[in-house]
């Protein structure tokens, strides 16, 4: 069976624009401000993805690009003054930042209270606390999808593929506060294929195919696959999974694109709003 990514996020979206509509009622028209520092096309790609999705359900943004010849401190001091705006309820950093730039610096300037990426120390101390404010917006949509497929997490052997602070640490504490059982893995982890194919949940995001493809030999019947991981091969976007063998093999997969990335703006929108509805 396929987890269809794009079925969740539209309904999610139907929802945020009912709330949308409560909060209009209130004066309250919720504001994304996005920061992006230089002219990565990527990263330009994926933030105007983000004005589409937020014009879409009714989400005011302002859009702030920046040279990447910036110093630190003015970029800290552009967060600061978006800290201060009343108008703006969410404030996404596009990563990643020029390498002059320490990015933990530039994060934590945002108030946690508009860190709808979840990503502060605020934010991060309180999700492993178990009193989550702000969750990632990966990590939030795989949850969304298990919780919509009704994926019995209970005693639950997982496997995470990543270890980055985006997607594997805090998906780690999540799928551990639902009772699973996780096992976090990266590039120096040995006897990886047997790690996956003991593994209920298998959960993957490297996104280099070069050097790591999950085949069907590496997973175990009924498995359910969750593929974050996102390649460019000949001009084509393709998750870590060999999708076509790995698909006839286990229960549930997610396809890419469809899968995880449409949930990943939704919860964008949805975080916004949670902000915004906050006041
Ligand atoms: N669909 C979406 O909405 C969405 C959202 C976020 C990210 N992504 C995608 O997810 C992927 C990861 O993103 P990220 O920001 O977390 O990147 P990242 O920090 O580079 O994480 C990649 C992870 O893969 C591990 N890895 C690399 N090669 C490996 C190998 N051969 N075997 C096992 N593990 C290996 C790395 O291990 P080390 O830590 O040892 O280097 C690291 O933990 C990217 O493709 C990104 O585009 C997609």
Not at 1 to 24: A, D, F, R, Y
Not at 55 to 72: R, W
Not at 91 to 116: M, W
Not at 135 to 141: A, F, K, S, V, Y
Request: proline share 4%.
């Amino acid at each position: 069976m396929i987890i269809s990514g794009l079925e969740v996020s539209w309904k999610i979206k139907e929802e945020i624009i009912i709330e949308i509509q409560h909060l209009k009622k209130r004066s309250i028209y919720p504001c994304l401000s996005t920061i992006l520092v230089g002219d990565n096309p990527a990263s330009a790609i994926y933030v105007r993805n983000k004005h589409r999705a937020c014009s879409e359900v009714g989400i005011k943004t302002k859009d702030n690009t920046i040279n990447s010849s910036i110093e630190e401190k003015k970029l800290i001091e552009l967060i600061k003054t978006l800290n201060e705006d009343e108008s703006v309820h969410g404030i996404l950093l596009q990563l990643p930042l020029p390498t002059h730039i320490n990015q933990f610096n530039v994060i934590n300037a945002i108030a946690p209270q508009k860190d709808i990426d979840g990503l502060t120390y605020y934010n991060a101390g309180l999700l492993l606390n178990k009193q989550p404010s702000f969750i990632p917006c990966t990590p939030l949509g795989v949850m969304e999808l298990l919780k919509y497929y009704n994926v019995d997490l209970k005693g639950k052997d997982a496997i995470i593929i990543n270890r980055s602070i985006l997607v594997g640490k805090p998906l780690s504490l999540l799928l551990l506060d639902n009772d699973a059982t996780v096992m976090i893995c990266h590039s120096n982890t040995h006897n990886l294929q047997d790690k996956i194919r003991n593994s209920d949940i298998i959960i993957t995001a490297v996104g280099n195919r070069k050097f790591f493809t999950l085949t069907a030999d590496f997973v175990r019947k009924d498995a359910v696959v969750i593929d974050i991981g996102i390649s460019r091969v000949n001009g084509k976007v393709i998750g870590d999974v060999d999708y076509e063998n790995v698909s006839k093999k286990v229960s549930l997969i997610t396809p890419v694109p469809g899968g995880v990335g449409p949930m990943t703006i939704a919860m964008l929108l949805k975080n916004t709003v949670l902000a915004a509805s906050r006041l």
